[in-house]
């Protein structure tokens, strides 16, 4: 099997913010597989929180070119969960789709969602700005709002509601809270009609939420990658963010989210800034979840040929010319 990948940036609308830093484009890896007949694509996103880079996510790649009868199932053990098993393993999933003359989702057996509302993330600014952004994205059914743990956090959210009033509202910390800050701002957020806090606190000191109120579900990203993540997240968490990125592709991800079915996690299926071939492997994972924030494409000046269909916050399926 011949594998081939190479880094591409997409510009953003406007820079994005969270409270680890901002950005102003999205740097994705491209990888494609193909059998000298089919060809297969995946896309990935260096993420710079968990140590990865461009240059390391292409050397991982390189390292398993040489693999004979290379597969989904032995790429679990040659490549730990990250971007560059992400990239491959959809690649995989898209040949072994374009060969079988099926859909991804038939192979997997998932059942599809035809048109899942998504979420829309707003980036961390002052309120003001928050609140002129989401007044601008209100044909958005679900706003995500980035917020920094300084004392502006909860005139964010009150200015947003002000600008949304009927907008469902989700957070996002990004581990920037302290167990002070949670306690004073979480019971004005639940009054504000918020529904989900995601990584409040760093993913090395998540183990406070034992012992903190829950009025309002709280959400692990940082704190969850894999399957064998979820024992220590019980007493923890209500829900957990699966994002490709961190599962190491479609294929781990399938598994997260049935056995965090079975250990009582509801599921946010989440995503890094990316194109359309980021997102789509994620989309099939829409009829699982409690709550889809797959909006990466939307934040992006333009996006890739045959992208997903978004209109009013609502998706559609990957073109087959895209993906799957």
């Not at 000298?36 to 991982?60: D, S, W």
């Not at 005139?155 to 809270?177: F, G, H, K, Q, Y």
Request: include cysteine; proline fraction near 7%; hydrophobic fraction near 40%.
């Amino acid at each position: 099997m011949r594998i081939e990948a190479r880094e591409e940036i997409w510009p953003l609308k406007q820079p994005f913010r969270i409270s680890r830093g901002s950005r102003n484009e999205a740097q994705v890896v491209i990888v494609t597989v193909s059998d000298g007949e089919y060809i297969g694509r995946g896309e990935c996103v260096p993420i710079r929180r968990y140590n990865q880079n461009t240059a390391a996510v292409l050397a991982q790649i390189e390292s398993i070119k040489g693999e004979n009868d290379l597969d989904r199932h032995k790429l679990q053990q040659l490549l730990p969960p990250g971007a560059a098993r992400n990239a491959l393993d959809c690649a995989l999933w898209d040949m072994e789709a374009k060969v079988s003359g099926k859909r991804v989702w038939e192979l997997a057996n998932i059942s599809i969602v035809p048109e899942p509302e998504t979420s829309f993330t707003i980036s961390l600014d002052t309120p003001d700005t928050m609140g002129a952004a989401a007044q601008a994205a209100a044909s958005s059914p679900i706003l995500k709002l980035k917020l920094g743990g300084d004392d502006a956090d909860r005139e964010r959210v009150e200015t947003v509601r002000e600008a949304t009033p009927a907008t469902r509202l989700l957070i996002d910390a990004n581990e920037s809270w302290s167990p002070a800050h949670y306690r004073k701002v979480s019971p004005a957020l639940k009054q504000l009609g918020v529904e989900l806090i995601e990584q409040p606190f760093p993913a090395n000191a998540d183990e406070i939420l034992e012992n903190l109120d829950h009025p309002i579900p709280v959400c692990a990203d940082e704190s969850c990658h894999t399957t064998a993540d979820l024992p220590q997240l019980k007493n923890r968490y209500e829900m957990i963010n699966v994002k490709l990125d961190k599962t190491g592709g479609l294929t781990e991800a399938l598994h997260l989210c049935e056995r965090a079915r079975e250990s009582g996690f509801k599921l946010l299926i989440g995503c890094m800034v990316c194109t359309s071939l980021g997102i789509a492997p994620a989309r099939l994972l829409a009829s699982t979840a409690d709550y889809v924030d797959l909006d990466g494409p939307l934040l992006l000046a333009c996006d890739r040929e045959h992208p997903l269909p978004y209109e009013n916050g609502r998706m559609g399926l990957p073109p087959r010319q895209l993906w799957g």
